[in-house]
């Protein structure tokens, strides 16, 4: 391409850009002077800087795929993409995506962050995937990197769970990959996914769990999320469960003073059919597990000596699967 007739030839300029994002080693290739390209991400210009010698050959505000794009393209070729932006080439929903993409590069590249991409040198670059044309860490690569930095449980357990829910990996797996990185920001992510390999899925469910784990007085085995049935049928899908004294812990997610009539109604129907069945029942109010968490260790345990004194019941229990996406 002659310099003096590049600006007739955008066409062949876009065909060698990645979602109208290029390099501007790139532009000179093609015979754009490099002071040419740079003028042309001027206010007034065209196109736009969104990196080092990173052009999107237009204006405006730019798609998150532009952004990540223009993240890979800075980078280099040996880049892979991590985190939320990675976990949504996977078509998981959960978690907000960050101000910044996160890409993962060799320990010795010379690459540094910038406001909108954040570089993490790693010796355990593993082979790269390709979803949704992109280079991506593996999917447990992904929500790992994405929740070491957060710090709302709630938030870590809707990303943690969601690939399990939907069978695309397993507990084990998450926990593998969380050992094999860095010890940084894992507590909670531990905590959650231990949790996870318990059963539990809502954030409610998680807080209990680990208010229960932190209590030695206590009996161990709680089971989450277990199919009930007797000689009659199913009774119901239990959060939390004692199986060997036929305790049933309800988590009332929706408080009493916040539900319908229509939630309260079906909640005594079912508390009803555990007890017909011969089991314990003993709700718990989530805010308790913060605001009364004496008290609710006190109501608990003395709930535990009432169902050891029943007889023992005749059901039979199961983990509650979720389903596949």
């Known amino acids: 391409m002659k310099r003096g007739n590049w600006a007739n030839d955008l066409e062949r300029i876009r065909a060698a850009a ?3 994002t290029i390099h501007v080693r790139t532009l000179v290739r093609l015979g754009i002077p490099e002071g040419t390209a740079y003028r042309r991400c001027r206010d007034d210009g065209p196109w736009t800087l ?3 010698a990173t052009i999107r050959l237009s204006t405006g505000t730019p798609t998150r795929r532009q952004l990540v794009r ?42 540094q962050s910038t406001p909108t991409i954040r570089i993490e040198r790693t010796k355990r670059l593993a082979p790269v995937l390709h979803r949704d044309g992109l280079p991506v860490a593996s999917l447990e690569r992904c929500v790992i990197d994405a929740v070491r930095r957060m710090r709302g449980r709630s938030d870590i357990a809707a990303i943690l769970t969601e690939p399990v829910q939907r069978r695309m990996t397993l507990v084990d797996t998450l926990l593998d ?13 531990r905590a959650v996914l231990r949790a996870a390999a318990d059963g539990a899925r809502s954030a409610a469910e998680f807080d ?27 009774l119901g899908i239990a959060d ?9 812990l309800p988590i009332d997610s929706v408080e009493q003073h916040f539900a319908t009539p229509d939630q309260v109604i079906d909640t005594e129907r079912q508390h009803r059919a555990y007890r017909s069945a011969g089991l314990h029942v003993f709700g718990i109010r989530p805010s308790r597990i913060a605001g009364d968490s004496a008290g609710l260790l006190r109501d608990v345990l003395d709930a535990v000596r009432v169902a050891e004194r029943l007889p023992a019941p005749l059901v039979r229990w199961q983990p509650d699967l979720p389903r596949s996406a």
């Open 177 to 189: 990959e969380l050992d094999a990185g860095s010890r940084r920001g894992t507590a909670v992510p």
């Open 50 to 52: 969104m990196a080092p």
């Open 18 to 20: 990645e979602d109208d």
């Open 208 to 234: 209990f769990h680990q208010w229960w784990s932190a209590h030695p007085d206590l009996p161990r085995g709680v089971l989450f999320n277990v199919r009930l049935s007797d000689a009659t049928g199913l």
């Open 70 to 111: 223009a993240g890979l393209v800075y980078a280099g070729d040996r880049s892979v993409l991590t985190g939320l932006d990675a976990a949504r080439a996977y078509r998981l929903r959960r978690g907000e995506l960050p101000a910044a993409v996160h890409l993962l590069v060799p320990e010795g590249m010379r690459v």
């Open 240 to 248: 939390a469960y004692l199986p060997e004294i036929g305790l049933v």
